[in-house]
Every structure is written in C-alpha cells, then in structure tokens.
C-alpha cells in the first residue's frame, strides 16, 4: 500500500483547511491510519488516529476539539479536518498506516510523502 497525502497549503489563523490521504489498495478493518506533523528540526509528533474497521478515534491533546479525523472505506481515503487553525499548527503532515494507534511513529509502517500547511498570524 502506497499513501499520497495531500490538501495543505497556506492558510490564516483561524482558517479551517482538509487534508486527504489516499491508499493506493484496500485498507484492512485492523489497520489504523493517522495523521503526524514534524517541524524541521523536530520529532515527529502525533496528531490523531482513527482504527480504520470500527472507526475509533484518537487525537492529541494539542488537536481535540479542532481538528476530526475520518475515512471513507469505499475509497480507502482518511481525512484530517482541521478548524480554528493556529499559527502553531504549521508543519509537515504525514499520514500513516499502523496495527495500533500509538503516538508513536516507529509503530507505524507505512507512510505518505508529507503536505505542508502554513498558518500565518
């Protein structure tokens, strides 16, 4: 499986934007997919997962209430919604395809090529 995030982009405080990550075959009902971000210079940081079969959800305490993670199954597609955008949300976004929605990345064995999302103050 091949992931291709895209959607970022340059936005302002307070803007609402989506990210998409599209699998290139099938997702499986035990897989998780979840979202990261890295700064250069930085860890890469958890953002939110979602199990792909019963579609629990899990997020950073950084994103909850902001930001949704959801997927649509038909086409093996998981979204980050992302609202009330702040300028600390600037970073890299990877999405990523794991067995357990752990916050940590060496858990996770397959991952997208990274989107950029800007927020200017």
């Known amino acids: 499986v091949q992931l291709q995030a895209s959607g970022g982009g340059l936005v302002q405080a307070g803007d609402s934007l989506r990210l998409s990550c599209a699998a290139s075959s099938r997702i499986f009902s035990s897989a998780v997919m979840a979202w990261f971000r890295q700064d250069p210079g930085k860890e890469r940081e958890f953002v939110a997962a979602i199990r792909w079969g019963r579609a629990s959800t899990y997020y950073a305490d950084s994103v909850k209430g902001r930001f949704t993670i959801s997927r649509d199954t038909a086409d093996n597609t998981v979204y980050l919604q992302m609202n009330r955008l702040k300028p600390e949300d600037t970073a890299t976004y990877y999405c990523?395809?794991?067995?357990?929605?752990?916050?940590?990345?060496?858990?996770?064995?397959?991952w997208g090529q990274g989107t950029q999302l800007t927020v200017s103050s």
């Open positions: 990523a395809r794991g067995t357990s929605p752990a916050n940590e990345p060496g858990l996770y064995y397959t």
